[in-house]
C-alpha cells in the first residue's frame, strides 16, 4: 500500500480554507452587496415618495384656494341663498364630484373662507390695538377699528351674509366649530382691549367686540344701495340720512366705548 504524502496536508489546508471563510463570515457582518443595492433603492423610493407627498399637500392648497376665490365672487355678487354648490364647483373649474373630496357642502366652504378672513383681521388689529396708550381716546380707539376693517374689504363683503343667512342654515356642528374658533382668536382682543381700558374687561370686553362688529355690519350693509336709493340720497331733504361708513362706525363705536365706561361709575 502506498500511502500518498500529499493527502493528509489537501484535507488540512481544505479545513484551514473553511475554517477562515467561515470565520470571516462572522467577524465581517458587512450585509452583501445585493441588499445594499436594495436599501440604497427603498431610501431613493422614501424620498421620492415624501416630494410627491409634499407636492400633493401643495396643489391640494392650491385647489382649496381656488374654491375659496370662486365661492367668494360668487358669495360677493349673488348672495349666499342664490349660490348653490355645483355653481362653485363651476366657477372654480371643478367637478361636483371632484369638489366633495375638498367640502360636504357651501356652508362649510363659506366658513373656512370666512375664517380665514377672520383670522387675517383678527391678526391685523390686535398688533393695531397694541401701539395704542392706555385710557387712549374713544375716538382713537375707533378709527384703529374701522382702519383695520377697511383693510380687509373681502371680509367686510362677507360680513352681511353670516348674520343674514349662513347662521340661519348651518347645522349645529358647522357653526359649533366656527363659533368655537371665533371665541378663540376674539379672547386674544379682549386681552388687548383690556391693556388699554383696564374698566372694560372680561364680559364687557367681548361686549365691545359684539356691538363693534354689528355695527360694522350694519354700517357696511347701508353702502350697498341701489339706483333708486343712490337717486334717493341726492335729493337735499334726504342728505342727513346718507351713510357714510367711516363717519357712522366711528361714531357708533364712540359711543359704545363711552356707554361701557360709563356703567362702571356708581350711581348718584
Known amino acids: 500500500m502506498i500511502i500518498d504524502p500529499l493527502k493528509g496536508s489537501h484535507n488540512s489546508i481544505n479545513i484551514l480554507v473553511i475554517l477562515s471563510t467561515l470565520l470571516i463570515l462572522i467577524i465581517d457582518k458587512r450585509p452583501p452587496v445585493s441588499y445594499v443595492a436594495h436599501k440604497r433603492l427603498a431610501d431613493t423610493y422614501l424620498v421620492s415618495m415624501n416630494w ?15 374654491i375659496y376665490q370662486a365661492a367668494f365672487t360668487l358669495f360677493k355678487n349673488n348672495g349666499y341663498d342664490k349660490v348653490s354648490f355645483n355653481a362653485i364647483a363651476v366657477e372654480a373649474g371643478f367637478t361636483k364630484s371632484n369638489m366633495y373630496r375638498y367640502f360636504s357642502s357651501k356652508d362649510e366652504i363659506f366658513l373656512n373662507v370666512f375664517a380665514t378672513l377672520f383670522e387675517q383681521w ?6 393695531q390695538l397694541r401701539t395704542l396708550k392706555q385710557e387712549v381716546s374713544a375716538k382713537a380707539f375707533a378709527d384703529t ?15 352681511p ?41 372680561g364680559e364687557k370686553a367681548f361686549k365691545l367686540l359684539n356691538l363693534s362688529y354689528a355695527a360694522t355690519t350694519n354700517s357696511w350693509t347701508a353702502t350697498t344701495q341701489s ?12 342728505q342727513a340720512l346718507k351713510p357714510d361708513f367711516e363717519k357712522d362706525l ?18 348718584g
Open 52 to 66: 410627491q407627498r409634499a407636492r400633493t399637500d401643495e396643489n391640494k392648497n392650491e385647489r382649496k384656494e381656488a
Open 227 to 238: 339706483d333708486a336709493l343712490k337717486k334717493l340720497y341726492q335729493l337735499e331733504e334726504f
Open 161 to 201: 351674509i353670516l348674520f343674514t343667512s349662513l347662521e340661519r342654515n348651518s347645522s349645529f356642528e358647522q357653526l359649533l366649530e366656527f363659533k368655537r374658533l371665533a371665541m378663540k382668536l376674539l379672547y386674544g382682543l379682549t386681552l388687548d382691549i383690556t391693556k388699554i381700558y383696564p374698566d372694560i374687561e
Open 122 to 127: 383678527v391678526g391685523d388689529f390686535s398688533q
Open 250 to 267: 366711528t361714531s357708533s363705536i364712540e359711543i359704545i366705548i363711552k356707554g361701557l365706561k360709563a356703567s362702571n361709575q356708581p350711581n
Open 145 to 159: 377699528w374701522v382702519n383695520s376693517m377697511l383693510s380687509q374689504p373681502n371680509l367686510l363683503d362677507l360680513m
